[in-house]
Each structure stands twice: as C-alpha cells, then as structure tokens.
C-alpha cells in the first residue's frame, strides 16, 4: 500500500511532537499522551505512519527475558490513532507489526478500533457514556427510577459533597473499603495513579469530589479527568455507608448538573460488572464496545507465567 510503519524508542519521540499527532487524531485520548504514558508504562514506545497521520503508542514490558505489551492498570483504552478516517485501513497492519515482533500482548484498543475482523483473538468489552449537552432537566429525565431515589435519599438524609480531597485521601479510601476486591493492583500501580491525579489537578485538568455523611465522614469520593471531548469518570472510592446513603448518585447527578449544556461527554470508563453496568445506565448512559487483543505465541509455562 505504500505507506511504511516506523517502530520509536521512548527516547526518540519528541514530547510536544507525539501529543500533537494525539491531539490531531480523531480518536483522541488525553491517556495516549506522553506524560500519561510515562507515568503508567515507563520505557513506552510507539509505531508511527507518515509523520503521525497513524500512530500507536506500544506499551511494553520485560520478565523473564521476554518483551511483551501489556495494557496498564487504571489506563482503560489506548490502541490506534489516526488523523482521517483514510488511515483507519490499516489497523490490521500495525497488529500484524506487534504479532512479528511480540510473542505475547495483552492490550485494549478504544472505541473507533475494530479488530474483530482482522482474525486475531480479541474479546469484547463495555464502556458506558452520556452526552452533556442538553439542559439538565432534560438529561435528568431520563434517569432510571432507582437513581432518582438515591439521589433524593442522599439529600435527605444529609450527604453533602465537597471538593478538598486529597488524592492520596482517596486511594487510601479505595484502599480500606474497596481494595481487597482488587489483589492484582499493587503499591506500584496506586503510586503512579497518586501521581497521575496530582500532574492532573495541577494541569487543571481534574477535578475531586467527596460526599460526606452528616457527621462529616467521607463516605465517597470521585475523580473527574477532563479528556478532550470528554470528562472521565476517571477514579472512585465508596465505603458501605456510602452505598446506603446514596451517596455516589448524589456525586454523578451533582456531576451532570454542573456539566450540563456543553458539547461533551461524561465516560464512566466502563465495566463488565453488572452492578457497575447498572449503576451507570440508571443515569442514561450508552453502551458502547471497545476490544482486547490477545497474542500469546509463548511456550508452556511460560505463557501461563506472563499472564
């Protein structure tokens, strides 16, 4: 076809350079940028087509003497980005890139990639979003009949929200109320999301609110990251008082209000839990679909070690 996919270091890609060709794609996303990425996948690289019409960063590790990709913790979707739909055509190229020269790849492509048809392993994931631009009243009205009850049931019963929180008072609320669901996440990883928040706020970029109980308990507490077209839904902790009082639906709908009448998004950053799934669509939000590519060209046991 023509065009020829170049392969970067980290140390050969320019800050200002890459962010520009993220910034132009149309399936811009502020987690593909060079100071997310350094944060969350040091040592990061990138595939490059014609001077970044088409580019994909490649998140890479090491163990055990393999390079292999991995897609980051607290980082949902990267994959591939391009700058006309044009470019869109050769997905299947920058995979086949990453199939020669990678055994094993573990990693989530966003919403405007489809893989499905390009014959590699892929699996299925949901993400939920709501569209800001109409008048709160309008937008409130589509909300389910149980979220309009928790968010009635918060106000009465005295939850009132706050935005001086700390990002390390929310990890460690996540931690101590919601942490033990997750054995995966480590030290590491809240260490680079502590960071992630704070490069954030500093940027003006992100925003926290926390909800307290009458008697000036934290009980939930979120982290909204502006992304472009769009704010995400980007960090959550609840505590079980939290979940009675209603608390996180008075979070959301204070959210939306606050929101309301702009020509963006609310992207609660998915979830294959139903509870989850639930909790978002009770506030009118969309499914939409984004896949994982699996590749694993590894021989026992090291395969299962990667993993």
């Excluded at 962010?19 to 490059?48: E, H, Y």
């Excluded at 569209?131 to 009465?156: C, E, H, M, Q, W």
């Excluded at 925003?207 to 979120?222: E, L, P, S």
């Excluded at 679909?289 to 395969?303: C, E």
Aim: proline letters at 2%; glycine letters at 6%; charged letters at 20%.
């Amino acid at each position: 076809m023509g065009e020829k996919i170049e392969y970067f270091t980290r140390s050969q890609i320019e800050d200002e350079r890459w962010d520009d060709w993220i910034k132009a794609s149309l399936n811009r996303r502020m987690q593909a940028t060079s100071w997310f990425l350094d944060n969350f996948s040091p040592g990061w690289g990138a595939l490059v087509m014609d001077n970044g019409n088409a580019v994909m960063p490649v998140t890479q590790n090491r163990k055990y003497g393999i390079s292999y990709l991995f897609q980051p913790i607290f980082v949902q979707q990267l994959g591939f980005f391009y700058t006309d739909d044009h470019y869109s055509r050769f997905l299947p190229e920058f995979i086949e890139k990453i199939n020669v020269n990678f055994r094993f790849a573990d990693i989530s492509f966003n919403e405007m990639n489809d893989i499905s048809t390009t014959g590699y392993q892929c699996s299925t994931l949901y993400n939920y979003i709501l569209r800001l631009d109409r008048p709160y009243s309008l937008t409130a009205g589509s909300f389910k009949n149980n979220t309009r009850r928790n968010v009635i049931k918060a106000s009465r019963l005295g939850v009132r929200l706050t935005s001086r929180y700390s990002a390390s008072e929310i990890i460690r609320l996540f931690i101590q109320h919601n942490g033990r669901m997750y054995p995966n996440i480590r030290k590491l990883n809240y260490s680079r999301l502590a960071d992630s928040i704070e490069h954030s706020i500093a940027r003006g970029m992100l925003c926290i609110r926390a909800a307290r109980a009458r008697n000036g308990d934290i009980i939930a507490a979120a982290c909204f990251l502006k992304d472009f077209d769009r704010h995400l839904f980007y960090f959550s902790a609840n505590t079980a008082e939290g979940r009675m009082q209603g608390a996180m639906f008075m979070l959301i709908d204070n959210f939306i209000r606050e929101n309301s009448e702009q020509e963006m998004l609310l992207d609660f950053n998915g979830s294959m839990n139903q509870g989850h799934a639930r909790f978002y669509k009770g506030f009118g939000a969309r499914r939409t679909a984004y896949q994982r590519l699996k590749i694993n060209r590894l021989m026992f046991p090291v395969n299962y070690l990667i993993m």
